[in-house]
T-cell receptor, first 112, second 112 residues
Framework: SQQGEEDPQALSIQEGENATMNCSYK?????LQWYRQNSGRGLVHLILIRSNEREKHSGRLRVTLDTSKKSSSLLITASRAADTASYFCATDVNTNAGKSTFGDGTTLTVKP | DAGVIQSPRHEVTEMGQEVTLRCKPI?????LFWYRQTMMRGLELLIY????????DSGMPEDRFSAKMPNASFSTLKIQPSEPRDSAVYFC??????????FGNGTRLTVT
């Protein structure tokens, strides 16, 4: 079974609103990554947060990590129509191998 | 950098035929991953290599699937014989040690 599970499965908002997606995982991790996938394309890395970090920012993205709850959230502020995509979390449970396990993703639709 | 290059972008074949998917990772990356994405099962790791050596092939569904990495700049995923349930998008990704994954745009395989 997948290590990470995103919630919600689908999210629809208006342009300018904030979008929050959550990811839960099962085992201890070394780091957690968020990726975006536009329709018909490969996944693109957005941000990585290490297990000893609690919050990280990158432009309009804010990621939090709560290792006690085994969960992470991705916040996209002031969303744009171009943010429409699927968002995946991935967990790395073996530092040396660099192997990442992906969740099922959240499909975000931003209406103009 | 051209990124991870996969070919072909689309492949349509008949059941029983051999299919070969190709991948050129980013120069200098020492990890290469093959993933399969379907609506039902999400993104599944099939196999990954480190310095051209297969490290974990536990995700390869059956003996019909095989992967090789003869050198640092080329990898193949072969399905022989192909079956309709193999229809999916196959992604290749590469990374340098702990850095995030860089995905190609995938090969959409349809087996009729």
């Amino acid at each position: 079974s997948q290590q990470g599970e995103e919630d919600p499965q689908a999210l629809s908002i208006q342009e300018g609103e904030n979008a929050t997606m959550n990811c839960s995982y099962k085992t201890s991790i070394n780091n957690l990554q968020w990726y975006r996938q536009n329709s018909g394309r490969g996944l693109v890395h957005l941000i990585l947060i290490r297990s000893n970090e609690r919050e990280k920012h990158s432009g309009r993205l804010r990621v939090t990590l709560d290792t006690s709850k085994k969960s992470s959230s991705l916040l996209i502020t002031a969303s744009r129509a171009a943010d429409t995509a699927s968002y995946f979390c991935a967990t790395d449970v073996n530092t040396n191998a660099g192997k990442s396990t992906f969740g099922d993703g959240t499909t975000l639709t931003v209406k103009p | 950098d051209a990124g991870v290059i996969q070919s072909p972008r689309h492949e349509v074949t008949e059941m029983g035929q051999e299919v070969t998917l190709r991948c050129k990772p980013i120069s200098g990356h020492d990890y290469l991953f093959w993933y399969r994405q379907t609506m039902m099962r999400g993104l599944e790791l099939l196999i990954y290599f480190n310095n051209n050596v297969p490290i974990d092939d536990s995700g390869m569904p059956e003996d019909r699937f095989s992967a090789k990495m003869p050198n640092a700049s080329f990898s193949t995923l072969k399905i022989q014989p192909s079956e309709p349930r193999d229809s999916a998008v196959y992604f290749c990704a590469s990374s340098f040690f702990r850095s995030p994954l860089h995905f190609g745009n995938g090969t959409r395989l349809t087996v009729t």
